[in-house]
């Protein structure tokens, strides 16, 4: 067996002298684990006078527990009040955007089904002008010319007005 750096780290680590200790767990109950009696009083924070200090009573206990609440939502008899702020101030706005967003949405698949309808029409009425050409062949009707491509040149002149021909450079 070779001798490695290693070897007396795999004995020290099983020695019993050397081994880890680690805490046992314990049960620790958070706030919302009390049973509260109710609301005993309320006061504002000293660190931050934006929150109350609710304190409630925990029952069959003359302990007290302190949960901080949001000042404008304030203390209830069972925790912190429901925040209901928001609905009754912008509820009426949130539902007139949501009609207005479902009345869009409508009227764009109403115009959608309206163009859809009449292009299978202007398709079809395509289909019948050219089959009533066919049979009737209406060959005596003039062809139409083509558009010409060009124009003629227009003459124009850039030199001042004066005797053209008799002007030497």
């Known amino acids: ?46 660190i931050d006078p934006s929150f109350y200090d609710c ?53 764009f698949v109403i115009w959608l089904v309206v163009w859809l309808f009449n292009r299978s029409k202007d398709k079809q009425q395509k289909r019948e002008l050219y089959e009533h050409y066919e049979e009737n062949n209406y060959s005596g009707l003039p062809t139409p010319q083509p558009t010409p491509t060009h124009y003629p040149a227009e003459q124009y002149s850039y030199d001042p007005a004066r005797d053209r021909d008799n002007y030497r450079y």
């Open 1 to 46: 067996m070779s001798n490695s750096r290693w070897d007396g780290y795999q004995q020290a680590t099983q020695a019993p002298g050397l081994n880890r200790q680690f805490d046992t767990q314990t049960n620790v109950l958070a706030a919302d684990s009390f049973v509260r009696s109710g609301l005993v009083g309320q006061q504002v924070n000293t």
């Open 55 to 107: 304190i409630y009573g925990v029952a069959n206990s003359a302990n007290t527990v302190i949960e901080r609440c949001y000042k404008d939502i304030g203390c209830c008899a069972d925790g912190c009040c429901k925040n209901g702020y928001w609905h009754n101030r912008y509820g009426w706005a949130v539902a007139l955007i949501v009609i207005f967003c479902i009345l869009v949405i409508v009227a």
